[in-house]
């Protein structure tokens, strides 16, 4: 049975930072892309970053490039998002997915096929 659980989120200041977690379990980890989405209150859910396999490649939304940084560890079977100099604007769910494909901007470009899903870790950023 594959897990996928986030953790690290919390409330933050404005300019502040926060490291959010993912491990995913039941899966051959190294085989999938990893990403982060976000959904805020009545929006649809939105690609914040996704990573290749070997963790090479990358893939920013231009909201957050510059500012939040993804990385892997295939050995801890876990992705990580780091995210500096939050804003407000950033508040929101925060979702870690996995999938199988090809391409790091063409898979992160269609969250609803990604085929594993955490429940969510929130991510509030105070004004």
């Known amino acids: 049975q594959v897990q996928v659980v986030e953790s690290g989120g919390g409330l933050v200041q404005t300019g502040g930072s926060l490291r959010l977690s993912c491990t995913a379990s039941?899966?051959?980890?190294?085989?999938?892309?990893m990403g982060w989405f976000r959904q805020a209150p009545g929006t649809e859910r939105e690609r914040i970053s996704c990573?290749?396999?070997?963790?090479?490649?990358?893939y920013y939304a231009d909201s957050v490039k510059g500012r939040f940084t993804i990385s892997r560890d295939n050995a801890e079977n876990t992705v990580y998002l780091k995210m500096n100099s939050l804003k407000p604007e950033d508040t929101a769910m925060y979702y870690c997915?996995?999938?199988?494909?090809?391409?790091?901007?063409?898979?992160?470009?269609?969250?609803?096929?990604?085929?594993?899903w955490g429940q969510g870790t929130q991510v509030t950023v105070s004004s």
């Open positions: 997915a996995a999938t199988r494909g090809f391409g790091v901007e063409r898979v992160c470009s269609s969250p609803k096929s990604w085929s594993y």
């Open positions: 039941g899966l051959p980890f190294d085989d999938y892309y």
């Open positions: 990573i290749s396999r070997g963790g090479s490649i990358t």
